[in-house]
């Protein structure tokens, strides 16, 4: 239910808040952890979950967590709507009922394609998607690889439209070297 979604939502911030206020104590923990488990060869650990905490150093403020708070659903939903949206570009409506929730659903799996490190998730995008068009709401493969294609295509070309005058302006030397 949305109640339930809300709850995770809100014990989701309050862990993060937590993480952040506690960094230092969090990476003593991993590091006794790994100690106590005779795993110092991985003491990598320590290193990458300190470096992930620092990544949420930029919301320490109050005004900060309140934005992240209110503009993710916010996010989220602008996600889901496109996703919808694609369905009903495709004509997909007509083939199986689909609703907005069908596309927070494709949203919410695809997310994890597009987490995996291949160069603009090239193939798993496009595999989470048919998966779960095909398995979730029902769909035919070929419709389900023209969706994750088309959507895929989409939401990469604002970003190529937008590099290309960049790296004319910077060129591609100085471009990449602010990375």
Same mark, same amino acid.
């Given at each position: 239910?949305?109640?339930f979604g809300l709850f995770i939502?809100?014990?989701?911030f309050v862990l993060l808040f937590m993480v952040i206020k506690f960094?230092? $104590?969090?990476?003593? #923990?991993?590091e006794k952890f790994l100690g106590l488990m005779r795993l110092s060869k991985f003491s990598k650990a320590t290193e990458i979950t300190s470096k992930v905490i620092d990544g949420f150093n930029s919301? $320490?403020?109050?005004?900060?967590?309140?934005?992240? !708070?209110?503009?993710?659903?916010?996010? #989220? !939903?602008? =996600?889901?709507?496109?996703? =919808?949206v694609g369905l009903l570009a495709l004509n997909m409506h007509k083939i199986q009922s689909v609703d907005l929730s069908s596309g927070l659903?494709? %949203? @919410? +799996?695809?997310?994890?394609?597009? %987490?995996?490190? +291949?160069?603009?998730?090239?193939? @798993?995008?496009?595999a989470f998607c048919k998966s779960v068009l095909t398995m979730f709401l029902g !769909?035919?493969?070929k419709i389900s690889l023209a969706y994750a294609v088309i959507t895929h295509l989409l939401n990469t070309i604002p970003f190529v439209i937008i590099s290309i005058p960049i790296l004319l302006k910077k060129g591609l030397k100085k471009a990449f070297s602010d990375f």
């Open positions: 239910s949305i109640y939502l809100l014990i989701s960094q230092t $104590k969090i990476v003593l #923990w991993v919301i $320490k403020t109050k005004r900060n967590y309140l934005l992240t !708070f209110l503009l993710s659903p916010l996010l #989220w !939903f602008t =996600y889901a709507v496109g996703s =919808y659903i494709i %949203m @919410s +799996i695809t997310t994890f394609g597009i %987490m995996i490190p +291949i160069p603009g998730s090239t193939g @798993s995008y496009h !769909f035919d493969v």
